[in-house]
């Protein structure tokens, strides 16, 4: 196991609802990266937290907003949900920005009906 | 951009085959090239790294090796097992300004038979 924990495992939402997901980061790892991983396809960068401060952003629309707190633990909000949302939300922690190791944890898997 | 392709799967092979799976990258810069392994149901294990040309990146008896000259790190086993079957990622990282993240390619599925 990496430490690298999201909740909940999995989730069913309505379409134009709202969701928080949430990632508790490996021990000792001040950054989170947030990926969307739809069927069938590679991981998605989504955004980057580093030290409370979003740090990158991929092609993600505003409605994807993130947080991370004084424990480098995270949360993904996602607004206004659409059926194209539907996808395994995966969270990664590492030390610093360049990615040279990131841990993963198991993902969630939202379902947007 | 940056980006990475791998042989389309599904990969189907007898247990103690030889494995390869291609993956090659487009990049500007040097990035440091990842393989990571998602089983059923799970997220992503990295599997192995390398941070600059000619290195290899072995682990669990799989190896790669990072090649420039070929913009390639194709993933290697000797002889492979049952539980080895999985879904492979093939990854570069993208130091440009979005802060270090991940580039992944579409994964490629290894069904390995007994």
């Known amino acids: 196991e990496t430490g690298v924990t999201q909740s909940p495992t999995h989730l069913i939402k309505t379409r134009g609802q709202q969701v928080t997901l949430r990632c508790s980061s490996q021990?000792?790892?001040?950054?989170v990266s947030w990926y969307q991983q739809a069927l069938g396809q590679g991981p998605q960068f989504i955004f980057q937290y580093y030290r409370e401060e979003e740090n990158g952003r991929g092609n993600f629309p505003p409605r994807f907003s993130g947080l991370q707190f004084p424990n480098y633990s995270s949360e993904l909000n996602v607004n206004a949900l659409e059926l194209d949302d539907s996808a395994l939300y995966l969270c990664?922690?590492?030390?610093?920005?360049?990615?040279?190791?990131?841990?993963f944890g198991q993902g969630t898997r939202l379902t947007v009906v | 951009g940056n980006s990475v392709t791998q042989m389309e799967g599904p990969v189907t092979l007898s247990e103690e085959a030889f494995l390869t799976i291609n993956c090659t990258y487009t990049a500007t810069g040097y990035p440091s090239l990842f393989w990571y392994v998602q089983y059923p149901g799970e997220g992503l294990q990295l599997l192995l790294k390398?941070?600059?040309?000619?290195d290899k990146g072995s682990n669990k008896g799989f190896e790669a090796t990072y090649r420039k000259e070929t913009t390639s790190f194709h993933l290697e086993k000797g002889s492979v097992q049952v539980s080895d079957s999985a879904v492979y990622f093939c990854a570069l990282s993208d130091r440009g300004n979005q802060g270090g993240k991940l580039i992944f390619g579409q994964g490629t599925e290894l069904s390995v038979k007994p």
């Open positions: 021990s000792g790892h001040n950054t």
């Open positions: 990664a922690s590492s030390t610093g920005t360049s990615n040279t190791e990131a841990f």
């Open positions: 390398a941070t600059k040309a000619d």
